[in-house]
């Protein structure tokens, strides 16, 4: 059964910090890219950050570049995202995303709330 479980979410003030976490199983993680996508309410899901399975490569959206990072332990099926300097703008539920090209497979996490807010 797959399963892919974040968590670390939660209610910080501007400028505060978060790490999330997303645990998988039920799959060979180390042969799939990892991505955090997020989705505010009105607004529809948006990419926020990748990983490459093979090279570890990372791409970020433009809002998020030199604040957040996306990091992947292979040993412990974890992918992270470290948040930082937040933004009241970046509040959102938080999707934690495995994918795979050859051949293609795709799975969701349920999500985690991520309010920034004095």
């Known amino acids: 059964q797959v399963q892919l479980v974040e968590s670390g979410g939660g209610l910080v003030q501007p400028g505060g910090s978060l790490r999330l976490s997303c645990a998988a199983s039920?799959?060979?993680?180390?042969?799939?890219?990892m991505r955090w996508y997020r989705q505010a309410p009105g607004k529809e899901r948006e990419l926020v950050a990748a990983?490459?399975?093979?090279?570890?490569?990372?791409n970020y959206a433009a809002s998020v570049k030199g604040r957040f990072t996306i990091s992947r332990d292979n040993p412990r099926n974890t992918v992270y995202l470290q948040m930082n300097s937040l933004k009241p703008e970046d509040t959102a539920v938080y999707y934690c995303?495995?994918?795979?090209?050859?051949?293609?497979?795709?799975?969701w996490g349920q999500g985690t709330q991520v309010t920034v807010s004095s």
């Open positions: 990983i490459s399975n093979t090279d570890r490569s990372t």
């Open positions: 995303n495995a994918i795979r090209f050859t051949p293609g497979a795709d799975y």
């Open positions: 039920g799959f060979t993680f180390s042969r799939y890219a």
